[in-house]
């Protein structure tokens, strides 16, 4: 579509105003004893470039289907000149110290379902199990989310310009929102992000061999326009991003860490008393239909325990089940369940003829959520830690599952499923229930259905340019299933647990085939 020339030069004048006070800004902080340094950010696939890559043995239970970027973060000043993992300078790991900011200036995602800015604790040495440093994936807080950013203009938060300063210092934060006042930006669109250092080891390589290392993530999801989406997505200076260097150290004045964000709400059993009711119909209604065939029973379970409460088991005994646990980047925007039997993890294989019906309560439709889903990830572990002996080189992952998340559909997609269990029941507009088998239905009316797909090659590593054996999961590998369920709108933060009801399964056997693994 050509824009009216009135329009186009309307976006014209907007964009000089904005490249206008970025340099007033980035001048204004130069000017007031800061080096600026400019970094970009990037898409990545969490398979594709962990997995593949050989840089990782997880994709750390990714999203499926919905994308990610990582903000590119040069290193400090007196850093520049030191040798840098080439894992760590490709995925933006870096450290920081406490006096330092990581801003961000510019236009927040397009329009779309949700998204949220999180750094994340990537790897800890300090108190390590791991020789390396133990993998952890721990949200460094709660995400800036679009439900609580502050941005420039009115209306729905996306596409708006905005500022966010990623700090642990209050000193700093304030002379950082100063110059941006002063270059023109409205306190009102000023985000501060509190880097907890009471929970964190802050500090750079050449004076702390025991800091923190980190990675600052940008999560989206459902974008409204496809091609907006990938614009953004490929736009490495879609936004500018600084990292912001006091050039004489000030005196600290850290934030206190924050209180985590409330969750509890208004459970789905009080706002539609006849919800389990329904759902156990519908349970019943799947369980009639296969009523020929074997099947097994899944609920599921908390996957993780929060970043919270990891970050602050630090002074815990080593030996208890959450200190310096890996996480897989759990961060406090959705609940995150996983597949069990009897509240003990489990998994399942599907073979070409078996079959697992998905179903449970579309959160979404209850108000619960803005958006629900479910993803299918592989459920084995790949490598042991104990096998790398090289210390510069650390995979990411070693000894945790591979969690690599090739397929999944959310409330979107799996609306108005449930009623081809249960059609005319008052609750089925609030459940859903989804297939998941290897091959698409014969039925072409069929609508409500995933497809878990193979490796493209039977043996790994596959020859280009087949796509990696990450991407499918084998006949013969145990499946999980994760689900989620992000902002509740009410809140702006993950729905409560306890105001959930959880997700459940049921695996259908093909006659022939292998019971599922408990």
């Not at 840089?55 to 999203?63: F, I």
């Not at 309560?361 to 104990?386: M, Q, R």
């Amino acid at each position: 579509m050509v824009l009216p020339l009135e329009a186009a030069d309307k976006a014209h004048n907007e964009r000089a105003r904005w490249r206008g006070r970025e340099a007033a800004f980035r001048s204004g902080l130069e000017a007031d004893g800061f080096v600026v340094q400019e970094g970009y950010a990037y898409p990545v696939d969490p398979i594709a470039d962990l997995l593949d890559a050989g840089l990782g043995d997880t994709a750390n239970a990714n999203n499926a289907g919905q994308p990610y970027k990582v903000l590119m973060i040069p290193p400090h000043p007196i850093d520049r000149d030191l040798p840098i993992h080439p894992g760590e300078l490709a995925f933006s790991i870096f450290r920081i110290r406490p006096d330092e900011a990581i801003v961000y200036v510019g236009p927040t995602p397009p329009l779309a379902d949700y998204f949220s800015f999180t750094p994340y604790l990537w790897v800890r040495r300090q108190g390590r199990i791991v020789p390396k440093g133990d993998f952890i994936f721990a949200a460094v807080n709660d995400p800036l989310n679009n439900a609580l950013i502050k941005t420039e203009g009115r209306g729905n938060p996306f596409h708006k310009q905005t500022v966010i300063v990623f700090t642990a210092d209050q000193g700093i934060f304030a002379r950082v929102a100063d110059q941006a006042r002063a270059a023109g930006y409205p306190r009102s669109m000023v985000n501060a992000y509190i880097l907890p250092s009471e929970l964190l080891h802050l500090g750079v390589l050449t004076e702390d061999l025991e800091a923190d290392t980190f990675v600052l993530v940008v999560r989206s999801a459902n974008f409204v326009s496809r091609a907006a989406g990938d614009k953004y997505l490929a736009d490495g200076s879609y936004a500018t991003i600084w990292r912001v260097t006091p050039e004489s150290e000030p005196a600290l004045d850290p934030y206190p860490t924050p209180p985590e964000r409330e969750h509890e709400w208004i459970s789905e059993r009080t706002l539609f008393p006849g919800l389990e009711e329904g759902l156990q119909r519908l349970e019943e209604a799947i369980r009639e239909r296969f009523a020929d065939r074997a099947t097994q029973h899944f609920e599921s379970m908390q996957w993780w325990p929060t970043s919270r409460q990891v970050l602050e088991a630090e002074d815990d005994d080593p030996r208890s089940d959450i200190y310096h646990q890996f996480i897989a980047g759990e961060a406090s925007d959705t609940p995150y369940l996983r597949s069990a039997i009897d509240e003990e993890p489990a998994n399942f294989i599907l073979d070409d003829d078996d079959l697992v019906v998905v179903y449970g309560v579309n959160h979404e439709a209850t108000g619960l959520a803005t958006y629900s889903s479910l993803s299918l990830y592989g459920d084995w572990i790949t490598s042991s830690c104990e096998t790398l002996e090289d210390q510069r080189e650390y995979v990411f992952g070693c000894g945790d599952h591979i969690w690599n998340g090739v397929a999944g559909m959310n409330s979107h997609d799996f609306s108005g499923s449930a009623e081809e269990y249960i059609p005319g029941d008052p609750m089925a507009p609030y459940l859903y229930a989804v297939k998941v088998v290897r091959r698409p239905p014969s039925d072409t009316h069929e609508k409500f259905w995933v497809v878990v797909p193979e490796p493209p090659c039977a043996v790994p590593p596959c020859e280009a340019p087949l796509p990696s054996y990450n991407h499918g999961i084998a006949l013969d590998k145990p499946i999980t299933i994760g689900y989620r369920a992000y902002l509740n709108p009410a809140t702006g933060a993950g729905p409560a647990y306890d105001d959930m009801i959880w997700d459940r399964a049921i695996w259908v056997e093909d006659g022939n085939g292998e019971s599922p693994d408990g």
